[in-house]
């Protein structure tokens, strides 16, 4: 059985810094594509930022050039390195995978992440 597991969640103060992490269990495959999206309490969930297996970045508009997705595919590992944070960002932050050719998404179980003076 698939599983993604983030952790590094927590508290920080505006302007602060938070890295989380996401492994996968389960499997052997590489994912094609692994995703940072976050939900915040009454609104949708959304992107954040995703990585293809070849290193491809996407983000969304409102954390470009202060946050950075990485990845270790010989681990299956995502990273989200967030910087000078807003009180915005605040959200429960989940990963997803992808593998090549599929449309289901697997999912990690979230972290929240808060961002607070």
């Known amino acids: 059985q698939v599983q993604l597991v983030e952790s590094g969640g927590g508290s920080v103060h505006p302007g602060g810094s938070l890295g989380l992490s996401c492994t996968t269990h389960?499997?052997?495959?590489?994912?094609?594509?692994m995703a940072w999206h976050r939900q915040a309490p009454g609104n949708q969930r959304e992107l954040v930022a995703n990585?293809?297996?070849?290193?491809?970045?996407h983000y969304a508009e409102s954390v470009k050039g202060r946050f950075t997705i990485t990845r270790d595919n010989a681990q299956n590992t995502i990273y989200l390195q967030m910087n000078r944070m807003e009180p915005e960002d605040t959200a429960v932050y989940y990963c997803?995978?992808?593998?090549?050719?599929?449309?289901?998404?697997?999912w990690g179980q979230g972290t929240q992440v808060t961002v607070s003076s």
């Open positions: 997803s995978g992808r593998f090549w050719g599929t449309v289901k998404d697997f």
């Open positions: 389960g499997t052997s495959a590489t994912f094609h594509v």
């Open positions: 990585i293809d297996r070849h290193g491809v970045t």
